[in-house]
């Protein structure tokens, strides 16, 4: 079983579906459905990390609120180590409300809370260099994660060897990536979608805008580009673009944090970045399909079948590394 250390957002999503409209004055809708989940880059990652297999250990500012313990209860029932949550005195848990339209569209209401203070000193870097992989998630909305001594942990957890993935919470923006200028020779992989990337870069070409982020070190680009797939690019090689997956849209709220936690599955067994991208882009199928960020994915036999049923020799391919990778740990 790998162990994940995940940073970053944690957050309490409320999902309705389906939602036409916000009505006028005081007037009220029926819905079919509403959901409380944990989500965000970090903990919507944590939660399908560890459906998935892994060893999941999350850390996190949360408020000392009702939605902060809902966190940490919910994480638990995932079987996600919480140790590492920092509940923040008088403070509220980062949450969003997520009225989903008829097509799956999702505007958002969002309160940051306490996400931001999470602070170098509030990390166990310890902790993070026993892991055999670290998703930051959200960097841009810790600043204090990339001040020297963040950047120094994340630094030694990359000279022990352990594979850094990075994704965005919020829109791309320049300043983000001017904030994020010295994590980037750090980051292994870095996952944003393709909105975020030209958001970053001010660069309207995904592959073109991936390649300015490996000429400022980071090792690999992961752009997901929603119901197109995603698209990989690395230094010194052709784009590789992987598909994606036959689903009913439901509500596609998490799909790219599943989408990383599908692909740190795949690397961590040694498959092909194409591979792990394909076992990502199931997880982004199934969480596409029920409303919430920790939908539709049961563990990774059933995110295998979704593969095979799609691609049936990518599907033995994958479950071979799989089942070898277990053998040798
Ligand atoms: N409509 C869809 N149909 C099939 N697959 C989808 C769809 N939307 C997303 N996916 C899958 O999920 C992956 C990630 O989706 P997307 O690019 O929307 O991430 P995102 O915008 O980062 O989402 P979030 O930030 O809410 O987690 C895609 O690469 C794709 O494989
Ligand atoms: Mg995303």
């Known amino acids: 079983m790998s162990a994940v250390a995940v940073i970053g957002p944690h957050l309490i999503d409320v999902l309705g579906r389906p939602v036409s409209e916000i009505p006028a004055g005081q007037g009220s809708v029926v819905l079919d459905e509403i959901r409380v989940t944990v989500a965000g880059t970090g903990g919507g990652a944590a939660v399908d990390l560890a459906k998935l297999g892994a060893t999941v250990s999350s850390f996190a500012a949360i408020g000392d609120d009702v939605l902060g313990r809902l966190l940490v209860t919910q994480l638990h029932e995932y079987g996600v180590d919480t140790t590492g949550l920092v509940m923040q005195h008088g403070q509220k848990t980062a949450s969003t409300i997520l009225p989903i339209r008829p097509n799956g569209e999702r505007p958002a209401l969002h309160v940051p809370g306490a996400m931001a203070s999470l602070r170098p000193a509030d990390v166990n870097g310890a902790a993070l260099l026993a892991a055999d992989a670290v998703l930051f998630g959200g960097p841009e909305t810790t600043p204090r994660l990339l001040d020297s001594e963040g950047i120094d942990m994340f630094g030694a957890v990359r000279a022990a060897g352990i594979p850094i993935f990075v994704d965005l ?53 992961a752009v997901t580009v929603g119901e197109h797939g995603a698209l990989l690019v690395r230094p010194d090689a052709d784009p590789v ?10 509500d596609t709220t998490g799909c790219g944090d599943s989408f990383n936690a599908g692909m740190i599955t795949g690397l961590l067994s040694r498959c092909s970045a194409a591979d792990a ?11 596409a399909s029920g409303l919430g960020s920790d939908a539709g994915i049961e563990d990774l036999h059933g995110v295998l079948n979704l593969v095979s049923a799609s691609n049936p020799e990518a599907g033995h391919r994958i479950a071979d590394q799989l089942a070898a990778a277990r053998s040798t740990t």
Do not use: H, K
Request: negative net charge; charged residues 15%; hydrophobic residues 50%.
């Open 169 to 221: 919470l919020y829109p791309g923006r320049p300043e983000t990536l001017e904030l994020l200028g010295p994590l980037l020779p750090l980051i292994d992989w870095f996952m944003p979608n393709d909105q975020q990337l030209r958001g970053l870069t001010g660069v309207d070409d995904v592959v073109e805008a991936a390649r300015i982020l490996l000429g400022r070190g980071v090792g690999a680009v």
């Open 241 to 250: 673009s992987v598909p994606a997956l036959p689903t009913t849209v439901v």
């Open 277 to 287: 991208a394909l076992i990502g882009s199931a997880c982004g199928a199934l969480v």
